[in-house]
């Protein structure tokens, strides 16, 4: 039966171009007032004006739900890491007590300390525990997001960890697109040895990832003490050759040349970009690379420093916002604080931020057309919040101000 969700008091469609917007397009938001969406078969049948929604033909014999607030397409958080066995909080307590995310990995913590945890834990739990905090994303309006590996390091526990995601996208109705990312760090079996790393990746681990299918992404660190952007251009090269679409963490600590190593693989999009300069942008906005920011991250390490948003956007490459979420520098699922934040230190106006939480997340997942926009034939993802105006979702921060949650047409959250 079609479903009619009406007395919606700001709805944003996103509706646009079929591609990812970029410059001025980023602030077209598509506002409808006193609307209503009108879901068949889980997918999106009419969406705009009360009135107009009510005369389609499906309308009358729809189920009604009064909803009012707002209602956005659900968040695409096209950047997690949302697989890991444990917190960090020996890490998180010498951060406080002053050590630098790269201090606290030379005495021992950062990505190979959630190493242990993840090779000792069960599949199963691992899979229970994925779909736990997937339950979290979904009441924060979240409907989609990207979660990587990177916390096993070897090929048994890399294998495990996309095997959970799999598992556990049968106990959600969150939908979840994997990422090989076992080359996050060097595993201590590798002794500091890189290349060597990279080499038994390409040979054993991405053969065996893609012949079960396991993952749509292949993503690399590419930073000091990590890997080089040389190393990063060959791998993910050597990954797009077996079927993976290219990513890179680039430039979050320093400008060390990751954005281009990417864009040389012909990566889908360039994380974090903290440290981009004038040729990376240029860069980026000649091969149509999408900058997906995550400024929440920023916030937890405590960093002065913030992607330039603002550049990236003047010069015309699209801008996607992500949580990170992650055990190490990211613990937050909550879209809603990585617009606050965005908007407070890179100066996105709330407008960029929901566009870039929305249908540029979908397209920096290759999902642009089918998810991120709220248009007759799009999927019925979508995501409702308890305010007059679109802008409150940006204003106030810490919050949840998710009220209800449709997944594929289906209501998946509704606030008790
Ligand atoms: O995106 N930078 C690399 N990866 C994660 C952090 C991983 C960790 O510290 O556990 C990030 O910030
Ligand atoms: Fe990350």
């Not at 469609?13 to 007032?33: Q, S």
């Not at 065996?208 to 992404?217: N, S």
């Not at 430039?251 to 903290?274: F, K, M, P, V």
């Not at 802008?391 to 209800?404: D, H, K, P, S, T």
Request: proline share 5%; net charge neutral; glycine share 10%.
């Amino acid at each position: 039966m079609a479903i009619l969700f009406t007395g919606i008091k700001q709805l944003l469609t996103f509706a646009g171009d079929n591609a990812p917007r970029a410059g001025a397009a980023m602030r077209e938001t598509g506002l409808v007032k006193n609307a209503a969406v009108l879901v068949e078969n889980g997918i999106i049948a009419a969406a705009g004006s009360g009135a107009a929604v009510a005369r389609h033909r499906l309308a009358k014999k729809a189920k009604k739900i009064a909803v009012g607030g707002v209602c956005l397409p659900g968040f695409v958080d096209s950047h997690t890491h949302a697989v890991f066995a444990e917190p960090r909080l020996k890490d998180f307590s010498m951060r406080t007590a002053g050590a630098s995310y790269q201090e606290i990995k030379a005495a021992g913590g950062g990505i190979l300390a959630s190493i242990g945890a993840v090779r000792r834990q069960p599949l199963g739990a691992m899979a229970a525990q994925l779909a736990a905090r997937a339950g979290r994303f979904l009441e924060c309006g979240t409907t989609t997001m990207e979660v990587k590996s990177g916390y096993g390091l070897s090929l048994e526990s890399e294998l495990k960890m996309l095997r959970a995601v799999r598992a556990a996208a049968e106990l959600t109705p969150l939908e979840m697109l994997p990422t090989l990312l076992a080359a996050h760090s060097v595993p201590p079996e590798f002794a500091g040895d890189a290349q060597k790393y990279l080499d038994h990746i390409v040979a054993e681990v991405l053969p065996r990832v893609a012949a079960e299918k396991l993952a749509v992404f292949a993503d690399i660190f590419c930073e000091k003490g990590y890997f080089t952007p040389e190393q990063a251009t060959g791998y993910l090269k050597a990954a797009a050759g077996l079927g993976f679409r290219p990513k890179v963490h680039s430039e979050q600590l320093s400008n060390y040349g990751g954005t281009r190593a990417g864009i040389a693989a012909g990566a889908i999009s360039a994380d974090h970009a903290d440290h981009v300069y004038a040729e990376d942008i240029a860069a980026m906005r000649e091969a149509g690379t999408i900058a997906a920011l995550l400024p929440a991250s920023n916030f937890y390490l405590g960093l002065v420093k913030y992607p330039p948003a603002r550049e990236l956007i003047a010069e015309g490459v699209p801008v996607a916002l992500a949580t990170d979420f992650n055990p190490g520098t990211c613990p937050c699922w909550n879209m809603q604080f990585v617009l606050s934040a965005a908007c407070t230190h890179c100066g996105m106006t709330p407008e960029e931020t929901l566009c870039a939480a929305t249908v540029n997340g979908a397209w920096a997942l290759g999902l642009g057309g089918r998810l991120g926009a709220v248009v007759p034939g799009m999927q019925a993802d979508l995501a409702f919040f308890n305010a007059d105006d679109y802008r409150e979702l940006c204003y106030y921060f810490g919050a949840n101000q998710c009220v209800m949650t449709v997944k594929k047409g289906k209501i998946v959250y509704r606030k008790p």
